[in-house]
């Protein structure tokens, strides 16, 4: 893993950009000892609360509709390793490697909050696994919202010296991974197995990687937009900032903003047969349509500002109070809101896109070759990226379907409610893939439609992102293969170095 600088889990102040930086291997974590003082105060507490008879859920007791069952405490470690075994039954696809790793620092953090308690030795064998590279075998269905059980179960066997793990890009049993990094099972304590899985640290991460890359998504497609606009010869007056003072939603007069700044001074080129009263939706409603898309994502971040420091464990353990509370804090449900708002604004977005590309492909619209062809007739041009793009976008419409409006109960009425958080944010993440595909065939075009007009973009703001995909595009317009240059305006879209504007949120 990363040597880079470490990044401090305090149980209070994780960003999703810090998140990100772990799971992808970019830095290491480490405990704050203040958070690591909490997690032990709350640690004593478990004991004390045994030590006077008191019944603890899932350490004492056992669980879900066996909730009143009690629980020998002289095998207390015992009960753990079997709530972890009995919860490990995952289905479906494996996770990515970065999404359990996510999973596992968001974990580690939420500990760091102090009202779990489990024992420092669980909490250094976790932190081990983060630094050591050993990423648990996970498969991703198991969750309802209240509470990520399979996903953390399967961790936390890891732990303990069972379940598998990825070795490169090998799974091989858990024993053998830790044993090759040096790494030992660790012995659970009284609470460690049921305080783990009192989280929903998967959906969470999750949502949490996806806020990061759909922020980057959003501001680079704005520069593709704004290049298409000079493609166009789109009228910049609907950018004018009386237009949005007059429906003066955040995100709508600040995406006009950021789209006066790529574009400056920009004139117009020449439009096909003269002038018109007004251009297509296509060009209109870029700020009204992607200013909904940047309130969601603020809208997910102020979630997750909370979500990723919450000690959101049944029991909560309050060690300043000598109790414990049974409680609902497991619930993810304004997770799984947040995440469906995000798709709808995303789906909302591609199809702008789709609609885009569509009209790059137009000589009514852009005066240059039908389908932006090198010689039409003969050559088909990039007629083909239209069908790529509305395939995406219909893929983008179809996962914005809302998990939130979906429920179940379990556990004969017990557990009467659920969100499916993890749900939500899995299709969240299927949905930012398929926009990316939409996003990147308009930047091809764009380009493809600004060298057929032979000038590059006056505007200033957008003239990096021009040079950059210049460079990186084939520039034969000739009948040829296009996905090599899809998967090239892909990664450029996701460059650090063509970030322009701060995330929200971060």
Do not use: K
Request: aromatic share 4%.
């Amino acid at each position: 893993m990363s040597a880079g600088p470490a990044i401090t889990l305090d149980g209070r102040t994780l960003t999703p950009a810090a998140v990100v930086q772990i799971a992808r291997g970019r830095a290491q974590a480490r405990i704050d000892d203040a958070a690591r003082e909490r997690n032990a105060a709350a640690e004593r507490l478990v004991r004390e609360l045994l030590a006077r008879g008191e019944l603890v859920y899932g350490v004492s007791t056992g669980v879900g509709v066996l909730r009143s069952a009690p629980s020998a405490l002289e095998d207390a470690g015992d009960h753990q390793w079997r709530l972890l075994r009995s919860h490990a039954g995952g289905g479906g696809a494996p996770l990515t490697v970065e999404v359990v790793r996510a999973a596992m620092a968001v974990r580690a953090n939420q500990l760091g909050a102090g009202g779990a308690g489990v024992g420092d030795g669980f909490l250094d064998a976790l932190m081990g696994l983060l630094e050591a590279g050993v990423t648990p075998f996970v498969r991703e269905l198991g969750s309802l919202g209240t509470g990520d059980l399979t996903v953390l179960a399967e961790i936390g066997l890891v732990l303990g010296g069972e379940g598998d793990c990825w070795l490169g890009d090998q799974v091989v049993a858990a024993a053998e991974a830790l044993a090759s990094h040096g790494l030992a099972p660790v012995h659970f304590g009284p609470r460690d197995g049921i305080a783990f899985m009192s989280s929903n640290a998967a959906s969470i991460g999750q949502a949490a990687l996806v806020f990061h890359d759909a922020s980057r998504l959003l501001e680079s497609a704005l520069g593709v937009a704004a290049l298409s606009y000079e493609a166009a010869a789109a009228d910049l007056a609907v950018l004018d900032p009386r237009v949005h003072a007059a429906r003066p939603h955040p995100g709508q007069v600040e995406v006009a903003r950021r789209l006066r700044n790529l574009l400056g001074e920009s004139a117009p080129g020449e439009r096909p047969g003269g002038s018109v009263i007004h251009d297509a939706f296509v060009f209109r409603c870029v700020p009204q349509v992607e200013g909904t898309l940047l309130e969601a994502l603020e809208r997910l971040a102020g979630v997750l500002e909370v979500e990723l420091n919450v000690a959101g464990e049944n029991a909560l353990m309050l060690p300043g109070d000598g109790v414990a509370l049974a409680n609902g804090n497991f619930h993810a449900g304004i997770l799984t809101l947040a995440l469906d708002s995000l798709r709808g604004a995303m789906a909302q977005s591609a199809s702008l896109v789709a609609a885009r590309v569509s009209a790059l492909l137009d000589p009514e619209v852009t005066g240059l070759a039908p389908q932006l062809a090198h010689d039409p007739g003969p050559d088909s041009g990039a007629m083909i990226l239209e069908y790529t793009a509305h395939a995406a976008a219909a893929e983008v419409r179809s996962l914005a379907a809302t998990a939130a409006s979906q429920t179940t109960s379990v556990q004969s009425g017990i557990e009467s409610h659920a969100n499916f958080a993890g749900h939500s944010a899995r299709r969240s993440s299927d949905a930012l893939s398929r926009m990316a595909v939409a996003v990147s065939a308009e930047l091809v075009l764009a380009v493809r439609a600004l060298r057929l007009r032979g000038r590059p973009p006056l505007g200033p703001g957008v003239r990096p992102l021009y040079d950059a995909a210049d460079t990186r595009l084939d520039p034969d317009m000739s009948d040829r293969p296009l996905s090599g240059d899809l998967e090239a305006a892909r990664r450029l879209l996701f460059d650090d170095a063509l970030w322009l504007e701060a995330e929200p949120g971060e």
